[in-house]
């Protein structure tokens, strides 16, 4: 994997671990995420049109989030990441990104229910514990987690440079490329 979505990918697992003990997205690292977009775009010679339309997905995920912002069903750093993560996938990938960010946000959330009710039975048992405050649901479902794992999955989903260098290879010279690919010298015509 490239070094930019390495660090895409590191940064997208700080995000969820954030998210999960703090409740805090921090702005720089969002715009970090989206700022790695434009960086693996131009390396991988992303046209500006690509661009630009990985930028309207990013903008109506955004509006999107917003409104469920409005609504009291997410934070507003979730909305910010949400934009970022679209950002990257692009309208592409945005159904298959919504359906795994989906499948891991009710995951979380189920998750976070029973660890909740686990550790309340446990600490009424041994006594009251402030490192267990973070599984309160006063405190918010981290849907930065989800947000976070449906990221990765588009941040790989992004052809590499490699691939695109390999693919515009086919498309100068296929015939070439399939002696190629047999080990063989192609014949010069």
Avoid at 9 to 27: E, F, G, H, Q, T
Avoid at 86 to 113: E, K, Y
Avoid at 148 to 164: M, Y
Wanted: proline share 5%; hydrophobic share 60%.
């Amino acid at each position: 994997m490239d070094p930019v979505k390495t660090a895409a990918c590191a940064l997208l697992a700080m995000l969820a671990v954030s998210d999960l003990r703090s409740r805090r997205l921090p702005n720089a690292w969002v715009a970090g995420l989206a700022a790695l977009y434009l960086a693996e775009a131009a390396m991988s010679g992303g046209a500006w049109r690509s661009i630009a339309t990985h930028a309207a997905a990013a903008a109506l995920s955004f509006i999107l989030a917003a409104l469920l912002v409005r609504l009291g069903c997410v934070a507003g750093g979730d909305a910010k990441l949400a934009a970022a993560v679209f950002f990257w996938c692009g309208p592409t990938d945005a159904i298959p990104v919504l359906v795994i960010v989906s499948i891991c946000g009710t995951l979380v959330t189920l998750s976070m229910l029973i660890a909740h009710a686990l550790v309340r039975r446990r600490v009424s048992v041994l006594g009251a514990s402030k490192r267990v405050t973070w599984l309160s649901p006063e405190s918010g479902v981290p849907y930065g987690v989800a947000l976070a794992l449906g990221g990765i999955a588009a941040v790989l989903a992004q052809p590499s440079f490699h691939d695109r260098a390999a693919l515009a290879l086919l498309e100068l010279a296929p015939d070439r490329c399939a002696w190629l690919a047999l080990g063989l010298h192609a014949p010069l015509a």
